[in-house]
């Protein structure tokens, strides 16, 4: 039986064959059937389908229960690329409907404040002190406790409730920055204490980002000099004019743009000049090639390269992951400028910023 459900889905019920085998060649001939093109007024159009089968005796699963199977499925089928057929499979089932779950539950939870914000020290490479922190946004989720940003910002950010979710972030950290700056007025060698923030690909492209930036500060009273705001390299890649405009005008305002995760996208080294950055945060994977004793001398030599190219572009260098004094002692002989870590610290609570910035002063 074949039914059409709505638009452009279609259920077929089929009885008879006992084998994932047999559906899948089913389903094949179907595709393969579909993929004959269609002429209509002298053109040529090509139809493509995605195909999600759900196999087994009758009876053990309700009919709703077997339909959200295979929609889930054709789903994960569409995300492999479509014109292709996947088989369910109660795990990626489960993991669908938690996905949804918690896409649901993302408004809810930030005008409820289930949301908060870990910070992590960066640290001066040549002596140690605190140069700034990272601010890393948790979630603590009723049913599921503290969830990572992993398992949150993709869905944020596909709904775009990122947007307001991140105007709270750099809201809540700026005004912790502001509050760390009014308690140790001392700390002025290195310039003000960093707050990093991150930035998503939304955000980025939100007419609102600068507005919203300048009114964050203004209301705080923190200088733009002491907000580094981070951007992946990979959302960079390719990028016009029109997207670098925003950043470029927060830079012109005092406002340090980091490219986070420097080195896992291959963007072209060429086009860092044209970036509006000063930073370059190298991502955790060249820290994990120096782990082994001795460090693989290819990878030294690279990470050495990019700390030159990036001081001849009067670039800082910030390298993540440090988890050994080893790996820091290294990193500093290369040139970095700066360094985050398990090392140094985990992610924390705001206070411990604040504990570390009391003993830097002392
Ligand atoms: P990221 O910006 O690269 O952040 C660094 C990640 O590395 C953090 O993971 C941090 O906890 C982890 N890390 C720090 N030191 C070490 C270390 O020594 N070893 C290892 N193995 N890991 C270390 P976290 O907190 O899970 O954040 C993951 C990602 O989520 C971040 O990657 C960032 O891209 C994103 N994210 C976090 N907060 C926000 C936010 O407020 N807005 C947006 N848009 N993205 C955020
Ligand atoms: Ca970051
Ligand atoms: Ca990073």
Redesign the pocket.
Known sequence: MVARLGGDEFVALTTGSDSEREVGELAARILSVLSIPIRLDGRELTVRGSIGIVEGPTGERTAAEVLRSADITMYRAKAAGGNRYEIADAEADARAITRHGLTMALPAALERGEFFI?Y?PLVHLGDGSVHGA????RWLHPQHGVL???RF?PLAEHTGL?VPL?RW?LEESVRQARFWEQQLPTHTDGGPLRIN????PT?LHHPGLVADTVAVLERSGLSPAALCL?V?ESALIGADEDLLKPLRQLAEMGIDIAL??FGTGYSNLANLRRLPVSVLKLD?SFTQGMQQHPADPVDLKIVEGIVSLAHSLQLAVTV????TGAQAEQLRELGCDTA????YA??GAPDRIHTLLLADAV
């Open positions: 870990e992590q990272e601010a890393l946004v990572g940003p992993d910002i990122i991140g972030v923030v991150n930035l998503s955000q981070e992946t986070d995760d955790r993540e992951g440090v988890e985050q870590g398990w090392y985990r992610p």
